[in-house]
């Protein structure tokens, strides 16, 4: 029985992973506790908030700034967009709970995908996290309708 219920939580597991990513949107992995992004050219990432939580994505600080150059709320289970150019991107995690906030893993409560074939407005000139905190299916008509071009397979 014990055997059973593993095979079947590993199973149902295999399946949530499996419906985690639009389609055509290859995952990204996350392997310590911020998130560093680098990009060859622009690219348009798809950021998934798959804790109980709320999680605000906070850019780090440059050395001669006093404030972040973004920060992001993504709802348990929402969905947020940034798009990266050629500079490398550093954020962190911030776990909101009511009445209490801490600085988590960005791999215990981020999946991030990229779209290796997005077209990406002219207009965006550096990093911009557009728009945050919506749906998939939501979120995917949206930037299309900004002028992004995501090509699902």
């Not at 055997?3 to 992973?17: C, W």
């Not at 348009?44 to 440059?62: E, G, T």
């Not at 997005?118 to 939501?138: C, F, G, R, T």
Request: net charge positive; glycine share 4%; hydrophobic share 45%.
């Amino acid at each position: 029985m014990r055997y059973l219920f593993v095979i079947l939580m590993f199973y149902v597991t295999s399946l949530m992973a499996e419906e985690m990513y639009p389609a055509g949107c290859e995952p990204l992995v996350i392997n310590s506790e911020n998130v560093v992004l680098a990009a060859n050219k622009y690219s348009l990432l798809m950021i998934h908030n798959i804790s109980s939580h709320d999680v605000w994505a906070i850019q780090q600080l440059k050395a001669d700034s006093v404030k972040p150059i973004f920060t992001g709320k993504i709802s348990s289970g929402k969905w947020s967009t940034l798009v990266v150019n050629k500079k490398a991107v550093k954020f962190y995690c911030i776990e909101s709970k009511p009445g209490h906030e801490q600085q988590v893993s960005c791999m215990e409560v981020l999946a991030i995908c990229q779209w290796p074939h997005a077209k990406i407005p002219k207009k965006i000139k550096d990093i911009s996290l557009v728009p945050e905190d919506m749906e998939i299916l939501q979120l995917i008509a949206y930037i299309e309708r900004q002028g992004f071009k995501v090509l699902q397979s």
